[in-house]
T-cell receptor, first 111, second 114 residues
Framework: RKEVEQDPGPFNVPEGATVAFNCTYSNSASQSFFWYRQDCRKEPKLLMSVYSSGNEDGRFTAQLNRASQYISLLIRDSKLSDSATYLC????????????FGAGTRLAVHP | NAGVTQTPKFRVLKTGQSMTLLCAQDMNHEYMYWYRQDPGMGLRLIHYSVGEGTTAKGEVPDGYNVSRLKKQNFLLGLESAAPSQTSVYFCATTRADRVTGELFFGEGSRLTVL
């Protein structure tokens, strides 16, 4: 079983739609959580951290459910520029900043 | 300010050939990492370094070697390339004093082994 699992998609949505991605992790020792964005044939970049109480950054909302070992990302009012792959990332405590990456969920926003 | 630079960006090798990927950073970060990314799989850690002169194995180290002789450079070597090493390789860095989830990645190196 993968340590971090995501629905690969693709999610095809029209502009303006609301879309949600889910991610589950298997190791309860996971310390912190993040969403990264990766554009086609580009490097991943940090989108946002995920806090226990949930957090928003503009049109993006991230939530964490430690009991269910589940993380979500909600994108409201989708833009064409949101088309990308979204990577769920889990960090473990340790000396070298150990991060485990999910395989990603692909989002395609169309006009 | 270039950030994290990887060279080469593309390379085609024949089975058994050797090559070295170079990662150079001007961010003065202590931690450096080499990942590989394959379709349907998350980024997987090959090797990492927590400082000049130190290296350690990650999740998938077999077939690779690394060196960090200078703080700003992290080299990934393939001594005898195999088709299974066809992948996109990413170098990443982060600071040691603020260990967070933010890694800064290079643009990637696409390697094909025939």
């Amino acid at each position: 079983r993968k340590e971090v699992e995501q629905d690969p998609g693709p999610f095809n949505v029209p502009e303006g739609a609301t879309v949600a991605f889910n991610c589950t992790y298997s190791n309860s020792a996971s310390q912190s959580f993040f969403w990264y964005r990766q554009d086609c044939r580009k490097e991943p970049k940090l989108l946002m951290s995920v806090y226990s109480s949930g957090n928003e950054d503009g049109r993006f909302t991230a939530q964490l459910n430690r009991a269910s070992q589940y993380i979500s990302l909600l994108i409201r009012d989708s833009k064409l520029s949101d088309s990308a792959t979204y990577l769920c990332v889990v960090r473990f405590s340790g000396g070298y900043n150990k991060l485990i990456f999910g395989a990603g969920t692909r989002l395609a926003v169309h006009p | 300010n270039a950030g994290v630079t990887q060279t080469p960006k593309f390379r085609v090798l024949k089975t058994g050939q050797s090559m070295t990927l170079l990662c150079a950073q001007d961010m003065n970060h202590e931690y450096m990492y080499w990942y590989r990314q394959d379709p349907g799989m998350g980024l997987r850690l090959i090797h990492y370094s927590v400082g000049e002169g130190t290296t350690a194995k990650g999740e998938v180290p077999d077939g690779y070697n690394v060196s960090r002789l200078k703080k700003q450079n992290f080299l990934l070597g393939l001594e005898s390339a195999a088709p299974s090493q066809t992948s996109v390789y990413f170098c990443a860095t982060t600071r040691a004093d603020r260990v967070t989830g933010e890694l800064f990645f290079g643009e990637g190196s696409r390697l094909t082994v025939l």
